[in-house]
C-alpha cells in the first residue's frame, strides 16, 4: 500500500515536468503576439442530431480529423491513450478488450457480449475486434462515458464509442499519402470524393488504405520476428439527393490483417528464466497468428418532414476471424495453446424520429438487431504431457441473439435558463445456445463431454433523467441519473453440461452524475469537468479458475467514483494547449464465486490517467504552415485480474509521442513523428498462472516514420 501511494503521488507530478517546461517555451516564444483566438465549435452527434459539444450534458470526448492526423492516431488504442477514464487491453486485433471508466468485458467467447459499444456511422458493431480498423479518412470519433441505456440501448453499460468517417463532397476533392518508417514501415492511403452526376445530386467517395510494418519481438527458439502488422481497408459511400426532402446513403467497408505473432508473450519472475529479454525478445514454441476479415454495408434514408426528420438506418456487418497465441512458450512448468476461430454475422435495423419545437426538443424510435455467432476454441496443453492431442478440448459453438427496442427522449425548456431531460429505452433479449464440447483434457478446462441446448431472454427499462442550466451564454450546468443494461448469456467455455446451460444474469449500471462545461476568456478557454458515481449489480467477469483450470462465469457488485477534467486553452493565434485526467476509486463490494476479490480494484480501471501536450501552427509567409505537437499520455498501475495481484499488471508509465509537419499552400504536407519517444516499457496485457509467474504482452519501443501526403 505505501509503494502504491507513493507511485500516484509523485509520478503524476515527474509526468507533467517535460510537458510544462516545453509548454512553457513555446507560449513564451509567441509572447509578443497580440491576436488573441478563439476555440473552434466542435459539432457532435452523441445524442443522434448534431449539436455543439459545449450544448451536450454527457460526458464527451471529441477528436476532430486534424486532431486525430497530427496526433498519429491510429486505431482504438490510440484514442484510449488521450481520453479520460478509458483504457483497452488490445494485444491481439481480434480480442480487444475496451473498459471506460472501469467497465468492460474480458472474454470474446461466443456467449457474451461487450460492455462497451463501438457503432461505426451509428451502426452497431456487435463482436469483440469487429471494429478496430484503420482510422484513415475519418470525420470525427467521439467517446460517451457512462451508461448510454436510452438513445444507444444495449451493451453500452460502460460508454460508447462513435467514428463517424467522411461523406461525399460537392467538389472534386482528394489526398494521397505514403508514410515510411522503421521496422521497414510502408502505408499509403488514398481517397477521392466528388460529384457523380453533372447536377450534383449523386456523389460518392472512395478511401483506400495499406499498411506493412515487420515485427519487433523476437522468437528466439527459430529467430522469426513477431508483432508485425499487415492490414489492407477500403470504405465507399454513395449519396443521393433523391428530393428536397429525401437522402439515400449506400456505404460498404471492408478491413483485413494478416500478422504473425500478435500475442506474442514473455515469461517472467521464474527460476530459471526463460531465455531473452522480455520486452523484445519471446521463447516461444509457436510463432501464432491473426487473421481478421470484416465487412460491412448499410443504407441511410433521410426524410425531412414538415414536422420533423425521419431517420432509417439499415446494416449488415460480418466479422470472421482466427488466432493462435502460445501464452506459456517454452516454461517448463505448463505448454497452454489457445487457438480460436470465429465467424459472426449480424443485421440491425433503426427507425427513429426527431423533431424540434419551441419548447421541446424529442427524439423517437423503434431498433432491430440480429445477431449468429459460430466459434471454435480449445486450450491444448498437450505438449505439457509430451504426447500431441492427448490434452486438447475442443469447444464449438453456435449462439443466435435477437432485440428489439424502443426508446424516447425530450428536453424541455421550461425556462430561458432551465432544461428538463426524460428519456427511456424498453428492451428485449433472447439468446438461443447450441454448445457442443468434447475431448476432456488433463488440465480440467473441460471435465465431461456435452450438447447442449438452452435459450434465455431479458427485458429491461432503462430510465434517464437530467437538469440543465444555462448559467451564461457559455457556461452549461447539468445533473443526470441515467441506467444502463447488458443481456445476459451463456458460458461458451464451460467445463461441465450444467454450467453449459445455465445462464447468467444480466448486468445493470445507475449512473448519477454532475458536470460543467464552460468556454471562458472570451472563449479561449475551454473547461469541461464531470463527478460521477456508478453502482454496479451483476458486473459480469469471466476468468480461469487455475487451480482447476475451469473457466468460470462470475457476476459482482460494484461501486466507482470518479472525477474528470478536460482543458483546452488557446491563448494566441496557432497555439492550442491540452490537458486532460481521470481519477477512478472503484470497489467490487460483492463478488459471491470469490469472496477473497471483495473490496479489489476493478480490472482495467487505473485511479489516475491524464494527457496533455500542445499544438502550435506558425505562418511561414507564402509557403504555408509549420505544425509542432507533442502529447504526454500517463496510466497509473492497473490490474487485469480480479486478483489485483502485481503479476497480472501493468505499472504506471509515460508516454510520449511528437510531430512536425510542414504543410505547404500548394497542398503537400510534409510530416516527421515519432511515438513513445522516451522507449518506455510498458505492459498491454498479462496473466498468472499463480505460481510466481507472469507472462506479459508489452506495448511497441520508440517508433518513428515520415508522411508525405498530396491534397487537392
Request: hydrophobic fraction near 40%; aromatic fraction near 12%; proline fraction near 4%.
Amino acid at each position: 500500500m505505501k509503494h502504491r501511494t507513493s507511485v500516484r503521488s509523485v509520478k503524476p507530478l515527474r509526468t507533467l515536468r517535460p510537458l510544462a517546461g516545453a509548454l512553457a517555451i513555446c507560449t513564451l516564444s509567441i509572447a509578443t503576439s497580440k491576436s488573441l483566438a478563439q476555440l473552434e465549435e466542435v459539432v457532435v452527434t452523441a445524442q443522434k442530431k448534431q449539436e455543439n459539444l459545449q450544448d451536450v450534458a454527457i460526458a464527451v470526448s471529441a477528436f476532430s480529423a486534424d486532431t486525430l492526423r497530427n496526433a498519429g492516431i491510429q486505431n482504438m488504442t490510440d484514442v484510449t491513450a488521450m481520453t479520460p477514464g478509458f483504457s483497452i487491453s488490445n494485444y491481439n486485433p481480434t480480442t480487444p478488450a475496451p473498459y471506460i471508466r472501469g467497465v468492460g468485458t474480458n472474454s470474446s467467447s461466443v456467449g457474451d457480449d461487450a460492455s462497451v459499444g463501438v457503432f461505426i456511422d451509428e451502426v452497431y458493431a456487435g463482436r469483440a475486434g469487429a471494429f478496430d480498423a484503420d482510422m484513415f479518412d475519418v470525420s470525427r470519433v467521439e467517446v460517451l462515458r457512462g451508461p448510454q441505456g436510452t438513445l444507444y440501448g444495449r451493451n453500452v453499460a460502460g460508454g460508447a464509442m462513435n467514428i463517424i468517417t467522411n461523406n461525399p463532397t460537392d467538389e472534386l476533392e482528394g489526398r494521397a499519402e505514403v508514410t515510411l518508417g522503421d521496422y521497414d514501415l510502408v502505408a499509403l492511403a488514398g481517397v477521392l470524393s466528388g460529384p457523380l452526376s453533372a447536377n450534383g445530386n449523386v456523389r460518392a467517395r472512395l478511401a483506400i488504405s495499406s499498411r506493412q510494418r515487420d515485427g519487433w519481438v523476437t522468437n528466439v527458439t527459430n529467430g522469426n520476428e513477431l508483432r508485425d502488422e499487415d492490414n489492407v481497408s477500403a470504405r465507399g459511400k454513395i449519396d443521393f439527393d433523391i428530393s428536397d426532402s429525401l437522402y439515400l446513403q449506400i456505404s460498404a467497408d471492408y478491413s483485413k490483417d494478416d500478422l504473425e505473432g500478435p500475442a506474442a508473450r514473455a515469461t517472467e519472475d521464474l527460476a530459471p528464466t526463460v531465455p531473452g529479454n522480455p520486452t523484445d525478445k519471446v521463447s516461444l514454441i509457436y510463432d501464432g497468428y491473426a487473421e481478421r476479415e470484416i465487412q460491412g454495408a448499410s443504407a441511410r434514408l433521410v426524410w425531412d418532414l414538415a414536422g420533423g426528420t425521419l431517420t432509417s438506418i439499415t446494416a449488415y456487418r460480418s466479422n470472421d476471424y482466427e488466432f493462435l497465441d502460445d501464452t506459456t512458450g517454452t516454461w517448463e512448468v505448463l505448454s497452454l495453446v489457445n487457438e480460436a476461430t470465429e465467424e459472426s454475422d449480424q443485421y440491425t435495423q433503426e427507425l427513429r424520429f426527431s423533431a424540434t419545437t419551441d419548447h421541446f426538443d424529442y427524439t423517437a424510435g423503434f431498433y432491430y438487431f440480429y445477431e449468429e455467432v459460430d466459434r471454435f476454441e480449445t486450450f491444448d496443453s498437450s505438449a505439457t504431457f509430451g504426447v500431441p492431442g492427448l490434452s486438447r478440448p475442443l469447444f464449438n459453438g453456435n449462439m443466435d441473439s435477437t432485440s428489439y427496442s424502443v426508446f424516447g427522449e425530450v428536453s424541455w425548456l421550461l425556462s430561458e435558463r432551465w432544461t428538463a431531460i426524460f428519456g427511456g429505452r424498453y428492451t428485449w433479449d433472447e439468446k438461443e445456445a447450441d454448445l457442443v464440447a468434447t475431448d476432456p483434457d488433463l488440465l480440467g478446462f473441460l471435465i465431461e463431454p456435452y450438447a447442449v441446448k438452452a435459450d434465455e431472454d431479458w427485458n429491461k427499462f432503462t430510465p434517464k433523467l437530467g437538469l440543465e442550466f444555462q448559467a451564461s451564454d457559455t457556461t452549461l450546468l447539468y445533473i443526470t441519473w441515467a441506467d444502463g443494461y447488458k443481456a445476459g448469456g451463456f458460458n461458451g467455455l464451460a467445463p461441465i453440461a450444467a454450467a453449459a446451460s445455465t445462464p447468467f444474469d444480466e448486468e445493470t449500471a445507475s449512473n448519477y452524475e454532475v458536470g460543467m462545461k464552460a468556454d471562458l476568456l472570451d472563449q479561449t478557454l475551454r473547461v469541461n469537468a464531470s463527478l460521477f458515481y456508478t453502482d454496479y449489480e451483476d458486473l459480469q467477469n469471466f476468468f480461469v479458475d487455475f487451480g482447476t483450470f475451469e473457466v468460470v462465469t462470475a457476476t459482482a457488485d460494484a461501486e466507482i467514483y470518479g472525477l474528470e477534467l478536460e482543458l483546452w486553452y488557446s491563448p494566441v493565434v496557432g497555439l492550442d494547449l491540452f490537458l486532460s485526467g481521470s481519477w477512478l476509486d472503484t470497489e467490487y463490494t460483492t463478488f459471491e464465486a470469490d469472496p477473497s476479490v471483495e473490496g479489489n480494484n476493478l480490472m482495467r480501471a487505473p485511479e489516475v490517467t491524464g494527457s496533455g501536450g500542445f499544438q502550435y501552427r506558425w505562418e511561414l509567409s507564402n509557403l504555408g504552415n509549420l505544425l509542432l505537437r507533442a502529447d504526454v499520455m500517463y496510466s497509473d498501475e492497473l490490474f487485469f485480474s480480479t486478483a489485483n495481484v502485481p503479476e497480472s499488471s501493468s505499472p504506471s508509465y509515460t508516454l510520449v509521442n511528437a510531430r512536425i509537419s510542414l504543410e505547404t499552400n500548394a497542398g503537400w504536407d510534409i510530416s516527421l513523428w515519432g511515438k513513445n519517444l522516451t522507449d518506455e516499457t510498458y505492459v498491454q496485457q498479462g496473466f498468472t498462472v499463480g505460481s510466481g509467474d507472469s507472462h506479459p504482452i508489452y506495448g511497441p519501443p520508440t517508433m518513428w516514420g515520415v508522411t508525405a501526403a498530396y491534397s487537392f
